[in-house]
């Protein structure tokens, strides 16, 4: 649920703080006072709205119905969602920058907008999940018919992707063997040694220097001449000549290495040597190292065997695509028996609320589609020759509240319901048991209603008005006392009469029973 909501800077608003409640959350108040700024900033923290305020947020209680370790952000008892508008408006998740599309997609599944029409909500899709929840009342097994055939409906989407590959490919398998096979051969002609490149360097730096090193070592040995005449001169003074003796062991044998060195230069033939590093320097060129390009070798090996054997492949998986489609139609064929069963009682439920809420009864016509992850059913509603279009704003509304309390009732739904004004355009009758019905589903749900109807102002847990004054807008809650004066203004006018405040305190007993 929100627990608190905070904005600075909004349209009409200099600085906006409410703590919620749970339940139902009445917002009322004169028309132009700044209900639906308030409503519309409260949907931006969400994503479903633009942000207007320089800052607002909101505090959440943790709910399960947020998986907030897969958008990265930490499980804790609440969630602070901010927005920060300068030039540009930046979302923040408990201090963390998420994008306005990520932070959309997060809170879906714990908040919903229900404006005044939105056809979205007698969709198909949510016609058959309500379906589904009455299927899994009355028999367990739908459940496990329905996982069945979304693991094979996954199964035969990733197989089906891959067939298509593969005739694709066997179009063109021809063409991609040549050119599999050009692309090994080139790489086979020059035969690269991982390492070889910086031998052969090594060995250029080395030819470079051969005659210097050579006539170094020429006018260095000289220093042999003189050895004995060192040992005779250490002798006489009596010093021990162990350590020089040693260094030139050493000297002798580190010129041995050299000459034997450049005797190897001798056979290099240095043309080869400068081809072959140009050679490997065009490898690297193309794929970046020769480990690259081995590596490029061997992939490009392993496409040739793939391309070898498609036909094999391809075939082998079309039998096993079919057999899966076989098998898909099979558990769909089920699973609609268990949606139409379940259609005729989600009818009782449904026309049970309609009937509260002086609407005729309604249908669910079940017809065929192209198979999908929800199976070849698609759901319409019958309304005795009427259709969702003709139905006038309230009609629609209360077709959608007896759903929605439908789905409650059988999936024991939660979550934050932000309403718009669903009661406009209905009788008093009607607005009554819409209340009676936004109280019931409020056990369940944390509903914050704009309304401009008494009767869902008295049946509210929390009461807030929206005033202006001197151009600048406020929002305050409402104790008894001035609930009673509220009501009355919504059914009298504003100025008011004492019939009206009587009937505002029998609506606010009425509804607190």
């Given amino acids: 649920m929100i627990e ?17 409640e749970p339940g139902l959350v009445a917002i009322t108040g004169p028309s132009g006072a700044g209900k639906s700024v308030f409503m519309g900033s409260l949907l931006a923290l969400f994503g479903l709205s633009d942000a207007q305020a320089e800052l607002s947020e909101a505090l959440l209680r943790r709910s399960d119905l947020l998986d907030l370790e897969s958008f990265g952000a930490d499980e804790e008892e609440e969630i602070a969602v901010r927005a920060v508008k300068k030039e540009k408006v930046r979302y923040f998740l408990n201090d963390l920058t998420i994008s ?27 016609l058959l999940e309500l379906l589904d929840a009455m299927a899994f009342v009355e028999e367990a097994a739908h459940a496990q018919r329905l996982e069945i055939f979304r693991n094979l409906y996954d199964e035969y989407r990733q197989k089906s992707a891959r067939l298509e590959k593969l005739k694709a490919d066997e179009k063109r398998v021809k063409e991609l063997i040549e050119f599999a096979e050009f692309e090994i051969k080139k790489i086979d002609e020059l035969a690269p040694r991982p390492g070889e490149d910086e031998e052969l360097m090594a060995i ?33 003074i009596e010093s021990d000549a162990t350590l020089f003796n040693e260094a030139m062991n050493l000297l002798r044998s580190e010129f041995d290495r050299a000459e034997e060195m450049l005797g190897e230069l001798d056979e290099v033939d240095v043309e080869s040597v400068l081809d072959r590093i140009e050679a490997l320097a065009e490898l690297k060129r193309r794929y970046g190292s020769l480990e690259e390009a081995l590596a490029y070798r061997e992939n490009k090996l392993q496409e040739l065997e793939y391309y070898k054997n498609i036909d094999h492949e391809l075939d082998a998986l079309a039998v096993e695509v079919e057999k899966l489609l076989l098998a898909l139609y099979k558990e769909a064929d089920s699973i609609t028996a268990g949606r139409q069963n379940a259609a005729r009682k989600v009818e009782h439920f449904v026309n049970r609320y309609l009937s509260e809420l002086r609407m005729p009864p309604i ?29 006038s704003g309230g009609e629609f509304n209360r077709i959608r509240l007896a759903l929605l309390l439908c789905k409650s009732e059988l999936a024991g739904g939660e979550g934050v319901l932000l309403i718009d004004e669903i009661d406009a355009n209905v009788s008093g009758d009607e607005s009554i048991a819409i209340a009676k019905l936004l109280k019931r589903l409020s056990k369940n749900y944390q509903i914050v209603a704009i309304s401009h109807q008494p009767h869902l102002s008295a049946a509210a847990n929390q009461h807030l008005l929206v005033t202006k004054e001197g151009g600048e807008s406020r929002v305050k809650m409402l104790d008894k006392k001035a609930r009673i004066a509220e009501i009355s203004r919504m059914i009298a006018g504003e100025k008011g009469m004492k019939e009206a405040e009587a009937l505002a305190e029998n609506l606010l007993r009425e509804f607190a029973r």
């Fill in 4 to 20: 608190r909501f905070y904005a600075k800077n909004l349209i009409g608003f200099e600085t906006l703080e409410v703590e919620f």
């Fill in 100 to 126: 306005k599309k990520r932070l959309k997609a997060m809170l879906s599944p714990l908040v919903r907008h229900i404006s005044q029409r939105s056809n979205n909500e007698l969709s198909s899709e949510l």
């Fill in 204 to 236: 250029k730096r080395k030819l470079s220097k051969k005659e210097k090193i050579g006539e170094s070592i020429a006018r260095a040995s000289q220093i042999f001449e003189y050895e004995d005449a060192v040992t005779e001169a250490l002798g006489l």
């Fill in 363 to 391: 249908g669910f016509r079940l017809s065929k589609k192209p198979l999908d992850r929800t199976g070849v059913d698609a759901v319409d509603i019958d309304m005795e020759g009427s259709t969702i279009d003709t139905l």
